[in-house]
């Protein structure tokens, strides 16, 4: 969701050219799968589409990327820990919700086990912390 919503912003805003945006877990267990189905249908209703098939992090990615944004805490430190055995890569590991200016708590709740409205719910943070961390980019980079 975070993916789609942030290539919305970054394509409305006319920077398709100047930044790239990817998705990827710390598990390989989803791997070359679309996005959950009530996750689509969740951003469809907002007119986002979700097509990108899921991957797993490599380390490879902490020097192609400026930033790797995490959704929670738990993924956060693992994260950290692989960035560890890639020493110089450029990216900074940042909580998704760092940019959530209503966060109670640092994690993006996982709406997997919930009915449709916790997939809304994951929607409403995941564009507020999106559209934070697009002032931040533009802001940081002169865009």
């Known amino acids: 969701m975070a993916e789609g919503l942030f290539a919305d912003q970054v394509e409305r805003l006319g920077l398709s050219d100047r930044i790239q945006i ?8 989803h791997a070359g ?12 209703t907002h007119g986002i589409a979700l097509t990108t098939l899921a991957r797993q992090l490599k380390t490879q990615d902490f020097g192609a990327f ?4 995490t959704m929670d805490r ?12 890639r020493p110089g890569g450029k990216a900074q590991v940042i909580l998704m919700r760092d940019f959530d200016a209503d966060a109670d708590t640092l994690d993006v709740p996982d709406p997997y086990y919930g009915g ?20 931040h980019i533009r802001q940081e980079h002169g865009l």
């Open 116 to 135: 449709p409205a916790g997939f809304e719910e994951v929607y409403q943070i995941l564009l507020r912390s999106t559209e934070a961390f697009m002032v």
């Open 74 to 85: 738990s993924v956060h430190r693992d994260v950290l820990q692989l960035q560890a055995t």
């Open 22 to 29: 990817d998705s990827a877990g710390t598990s390989g267990n």
């Open 33 to 44: 799968e679309r996005a959950d189905g009530r996750m689509r249908a969740t951003a469809s």
């Open 66 to 69: 400026d930033f790797i944004l």
